[in-house]
């Protein structure tokens, strides 16, 4: 949707107290002298002044004009650093993914169909809650979380070699929440964060949140190029590194044995903290390497979530990680959420512990395995060539033929009803101008390779 005169306007004033050149306390321009900056009317600037004087962001003094409130502007992450490509960048992928009508095609989006998810055994899940005790349906659950259900974790982190006890792991509202957490315990602003190159594109809006500065690497089909791993940690001294591991999210690409030691090697060396983001974990046929495994725990904290396998309205996450770190990590949930969702982890610990979800998992996975083959060799076919071919997910990283720029396809195909995910939003340093990432369950409108036929040609 193209922003009306008066949106433009707030936008200036925004982006004008977000970079500080209007400080807190300080005197906006005229009304006639923005509107003469800008080319817009007088009342369209009245009228931006007054929605965001509404919104808390300015206030007028009569007779004098409109200042900048003296709290400052809250934090805008899509202000923070230069604007690349605005049009098409991770926020408007994922608000176009989360306000589209329910016709609008996703095949950008991150999630599953409804239909291709355990919607029985939320059913039942959701009538045994229905039963449950009264304190289960109205107290805050421990800052831990259900005990139950992180017992449950750590079998399931035990079969992926991750040794962790109950009182290691800590339930989060979410797998972002979980990496907002350690963020806020491991981060200051102005610390340097590695990223894979291309990465989870909200990786990249938190940590910007975060104040943080991205330092990206290139990432190979077995895990990031370790050379410039190295050359990343000389130059740069970062704090942290976030990846994934098993089903790398945009790419689909597995870490290798030996990728995975010499990245644990350098990240000793280096001091380096690893957040394991393992979120795809359900989704494997077979356990891939977890630097987690290897470590130990001693540098790497593993964070996961269910909203890809169960429900992303059911959120629940969680958080593994060393003994010292989760004391420090209650006190910042209470401080930031006060209490954790008991009925979600209920559920969430109702849906596992029944043996439809394995079964279901088992479906899923053949489901999934089927429709990237067919995928695959439909975008051949119109010349769109997957980077390589996943063990298992959802994603297919693709390279567009003709060197065509994946954003003007992105936009066009939204006036089409298609909501795509073009490279550069997964990418920091912005060298995937003519990739795309399709998420292959989301592809059952033959009207899609069609668009992509035409526009293609």
């Keep these: 949707m193209t922003a009306t005169r008066t949106e433009m306007v707030m936008a200036t004033i925004r982006r004008r107290i977000a970079g500080r050149s209007l400080a807190p306390g300080a005197k906006l321009p005229?009304?006639?002298?923005?509107?003469?900056?800008?080319?817009?009317?007088?009342?369209?600037v009245v009228e931006a002044y007054d929605r965001l004087a509404a919104e808390g962001l300015v206030h007028?003094?009569?007779?004098?004009?409109?200042?900048?409130?003296?709290?400052?502007?809250?934090?805008?992450?899509?202000?923070?650093?230069?604007?690349?490509?605005?049009?098409?960048?991770?926020f408007w992928v994922s608000r176009q993914s989360l306000e589209s009508a329910e016709g609008v095609s996703k095949p950008g989006c991150g999630w599953l169909p409804p239909d291709w998810l355990p919607n029985d055994g939320i059913r039942k899940g959701l009538r045994a809650l229905?039963?449950?005790?009264?304190?289960?349906?109205?107290?805050?659950?421990?800052?831990?979380?259900?005990?139950?259900?992180?017992q449950l974790l750590a079998k399931r982190l035990a079969d992926r070699a991750i040794d962790c006890p109950p009182d290691q792991i800590m339930l989060t509202e979410s797998g972002t929440q979980a990496m907002d957490l350690l963020c806020r315990l491991l981060l200051e602003p102005g610390d340097a964060v590695l990223v894979d190159d291309p990465c989870y594109f909200n990786f990249q809006a938190l940590l910007r949140a975060h104040r943080a500065k991205l330092v990206s690497v290139p990432y190979a089909p077995s895990g990031p190029d370790v050379d410039l791993f190295e050359k990343a940690l000389t130059e740069h001294r970062p704090r942290l590194y976030i990846t994934n591991s098993a089903i790398h999210n945009p790419t689909g690409a597995t870490l290798s044995p030996v990728t995975a030691h010499k990245?644990?090697?350098?990240?000793e060396r280096a001091g380096l903290t690893i957040i394991e983001d393992d979120l795809f974990a359900d989704f494997e046929r077979s356990p891939a390497p977890r630097?987690?495994?290897?470590?130990?725990?001693?540098?790497?904290?593993?964070?996961?979530?269910?909203?890809?396998?169960?429900?992303?309205?059911?959120?629940?996450?969680?958080?593994?990680?060393?003994?010292g770190w989760i004391e420090q990590?209650?006190?910042?949930?209470?401080?930031?959420?006060?209490?954790?969702?008991?009925?979600?982890?209920?559920l969430v610990l109702n849906v596992l512990g029944d043996g439809g979800y394995r079964k279901h998992m088992e479906?899923?996975?053949?489901?999934?395995?089927?429709?990237?083959?067919?995928?695959?060799?439909?975008?051949?076919?119109?010349?769109?060539?997957?980077?390589?071919?996943?063990q298992a997910g959802m994603f297919l990283w693709c390279r567009l033929p003709h060197d065509a720029d994946a954003a003007d396809l992105a936009r066009a195909a939204m006036a089409?009803?298609?909501?795509?995910?073009?490279?550069?939003?997964?990418?920091?340093?912005?060298?995937?101008p003519n990739f795309m990432r399709f998420n292959v369950s989301q592809m059952a409108d033959e009207g899609l390779f069609d668009f992509l036929r035409q526009a293609l040609r």
């Design 130 to 150: 229905a039963r449950a005790p009264a304190v289960s349906l109205a107290e805050y659950a421990s800052p831990l979380g259900s005990p139950p259900l992180r």
């Design 30 to 44: 005229s009304l006639r002298a923005l509107a003469a900056s800008l080319g817009v009317s007088v009342s369209t």
């Design 263 to 267: 990245v644990l090697k350098l990240a």
């Design 416 to 432: 089409k009803g298609f909501v795509l995910a073009p490279g550069n939003v997964f990418s920091v340093s912005q060298s995937a």
């Design 291 to 323: 630097l987690a495994a290897f470590d130990g725990l001693e540098r790497v904290v593993t964070i996961g979530s269910f909203s890809k396998t169960i429900s992303a309205s059911v959120r629940c996450g969680f958080i593994a990680s060393k003994p």
């Design 363 to 390: 479906g899923l996975r053949t489901r999934l395995a089927a429709a990237m083959s067919t995928v695959a060799s439909r975008l051949r076919q119109i010349g769109i060539e997957p980077w390589l071919m996943p």
């Design 329 to 346: 990590l209650i006190d910042l949930k209470i401080a930031t959420a006060f209490g954790g969702g008991r009925l979600n982890a209920d």
């Design 60 to 90: 007028s003094r009569p007779g004098s004009g409109f200042y900048v409130a003296q709290q400052g502007a809250p934090f805008s992450p899509s202000a923070s650093g230069p604007r690349l490509d605005r049009a098409v960048d991770p």
